[in-house]
């Protein structure tokens, strides 16, 4: 068995082999390394202000995903849709942890209460792949205009998980 930590979350991961995608950020492999090769204070970093506009931006998208998220798995409908969804929310909760520790603010108190969904897995699904739609290009701008390379590495990370999220939608759709 080996340890693993994501380098762009930080948690730990335990297995015998990195796995393909961080079980809590969502992070691609190339991001799990080994521990000792986690920089100590790789998030004590300087932001400008457009930056920390952009992680507050980045705090609410990720707090308002959560708690559709969390809507869509409160559902008794459908186990494996429910299930997906609740996953999918705590990688989005995780997200947004990872913006908090980076604009230095807690996390928003609602963070875990299940929002309002559309009422139909059908409609909640295409909803949801606008959601990560409009994430995935908006952290792709961030991480562009951003002048630390920390932030740039973390918003390419997470726009790149939230086009993951796009491929669950189009899977999902398969188990309505």
Do not use: Q
Request: charged share 30%; aromatic share 8%; with cysteine.
């Amino acid at each position: 068995m080996k340890m693993y930590r994501c380098r762009i979350c930080g948690e730990t991961y335990l297995g015998y082999g990195a796995p393909a995608n961080c079980p809590f950020c969502g992070a691609h492999v190339e991001f799990m390394i080994a521990p000792e090769a986690y920089p100590v204070g790789v998030n004590d970093i300087m932001i400008t202000e457009t930056e920390r506009a952009d992680l507050e931006s980045s705090i609410e998208l990720e707090r308002a995903n959560t708690r559709f998220y969390l809507g869509m798995a409160e559902r008794k409908d459908n186990d494996t849709l429910r299930s997906a969804y609740k996953r999918l929310a705590k990688v989005e909760a995780e997200h947004c942890s990872v913006f908090c520790k980076l604009a230095k603010v807690g996390k928003p108190a609602d963070l875990m209460t299940p929002g309002e969904t559309t009422g139909s897995w059908e409609t909640d699904i295409e909803e949801s792949r606008a959601r990560e739609g409009r994430a995935t290009a908006l952290y792709a701008g961030f991480a562009a205009r951003a002048t630390d390379s920390r932030l740039r590495e973390i918003w390419e990370a997470v726009s790149a998980v939230e086009a993951d999220h796009i491929v669950l939608d189009d899977l999902a759709k398969g188990y309505i």
